[in-house]
Nanobody, 128 residues
Framework: QVQLVESGGGLVQAGDSLRLSCAAT????????MGWFRQAPGKEREFVAV????????YVTDSVKGRFTISRDNAKNMVYLQMNSLKPEDTATYYC?????????????????????WGKGTLVTVSS
């Protein structure tokens, strides 16, 4: 099992940057595919980014491509989401997630209900 705690959210202005962090417990962090989702008020949960176990592969959704970057540090049990050029439409609660299955964009993009572990989220608010 793994427990996930997000941090780094807050209120920023459009164009600003934020880095979200996700701290994971457990000795086998490196065996989990990690990712981020978000949910805006009144909207469904949306996939944002995923990173493979060894950080060799990453994928971000089109709406954040070129602005958001996912990374991980297996020595520190951490995964990050660097968010640049933030827009008001990026306003959402951001959730860190972990899954023991191998890296699969399909699993994360279209089958997020199969992702096993979730954090409680951190709120990002982008003002215009």
């Amino acid at each position: 099992q793994v427990q996930l705690v997000e941090s780094g959210g807050g209120l920023v202005q459009a164009g600003d940057s934020l880095r979200l962090s996700c701290a994971a417990t457990g000795r086998t962090f490196g065996s989990y595919t990690m990712g981020w989702f978000r949910q805006a008020p009144g909207k469904e949960r949306e996939f944002v980014a995923v990173i493979s176990r060894n950080a060799g592969s990453t994928y971000v959704t089109d709406s954040v491509k070129g602005r958001f970057t996912i990374s991980r540090d297996n020595a520190k049990n951490m995964v990050y989401l660097q968010m640049n050029s933030l827009k008001p439409e990026d306003t959402a609660t951001y959730y860190c997630a972990a899954d023991p299955a191998p890296y699969s964009t399909v699993r994360w993009y279209r089958e997020s209900n199969r992702v096993d572990y979730w954090g409680k989220g951190t709120l990002v608010t982008v003002s215009s």
